[in-house]
């Protein structure tokens, strides 16, 4: 699963990128539809769920975002971002038709070949369903591979899950979603609490048959896992995808190190079973 980068890639080079599209999603975050320049470069693009990317503006710096586009629209690079600092807020702020750098794919993946013939659960909360959606564009592509698929997306209000307007079509696909929201309006019709409630609930066909991969808050996942632990499925068949502060995305610079991992590089999807013990919850 591990990996830095594309092994014929410098992973130092950034590539020059341009903003084909832009789709604004929830207040702060939106969709960045890129395109290389370089056609070669363009035809030798490809990712696995789950990776990351660099993305350079010049002038500002250069953060870690994740691809949340489909790993078989080999046209172009799909990212969501949240403005949350210098570099988001700059990315966030371009128009159509501004370059950008971008380095990568880097890091590791959600284990969709080993979800086969399996239940998949993905339990996503707040932007967390970016870096999971390449996952559902994948299994929903390969749809008869796969045994039950469920979504549990958890937001703190309607107005702020990801992706609405994808939901149906993936449901006629035959993903079950589930969203869930902590403050609902009088025009909701889903559920209210968080993603744990709904998991605790969950029917399950058979538990050691289920694999689950999550992404949100740290809080969140870290009960998300003992909720499915205590439903039975599998310490190994849980996996989830971690943040952290990160600088040269090919574990030189020592930012993203945790215990003895580099998020970059042996992350940022891990299997549970590597983080049990390293993984506090006193330090949510
Ligand atoms: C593997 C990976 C994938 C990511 N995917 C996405 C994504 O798909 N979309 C997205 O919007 N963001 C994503 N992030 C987070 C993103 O990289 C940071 O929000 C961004 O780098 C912050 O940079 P900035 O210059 O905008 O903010 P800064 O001005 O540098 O920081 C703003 C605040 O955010 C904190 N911060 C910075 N980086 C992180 C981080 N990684 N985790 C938590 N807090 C941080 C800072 O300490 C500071 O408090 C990802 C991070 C990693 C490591």
Redesign the pocket.
Known sequence: MAATCEPNQNPWLSHSVRIAGITREIPG?LTLDLEFEDSARAATWAFRPGQ?TMLYVPG??E????I?GDAADTGRIR???????????S?TGLPIGATIGLRGPF?SSWPVDECRGRDVILVAGG?GL??LRPVIYHMLHHRQQYQELTLIVGARDPALLLYPGEFEHWRTQGLNIIPTVDHADESWRGGVGVVTTVLERLWLRSPAETMLMTCGPEVMMWYTMQTALGRGIPAGSLFL??????NCAIALCGH?QFGPYF??RE??VFRFEQLRSILRIDDL
């Open positions: 975050v990351f500002v710096g953060s870690a975002i994740s949340s990212q969501t971002i949240r403005d949350a600092g210098n570099v988001t807020h990315l890091g932007i970016a870096p995808s971690m943040e952290r502060n990160m993203c998020l970059c992350g940022p």
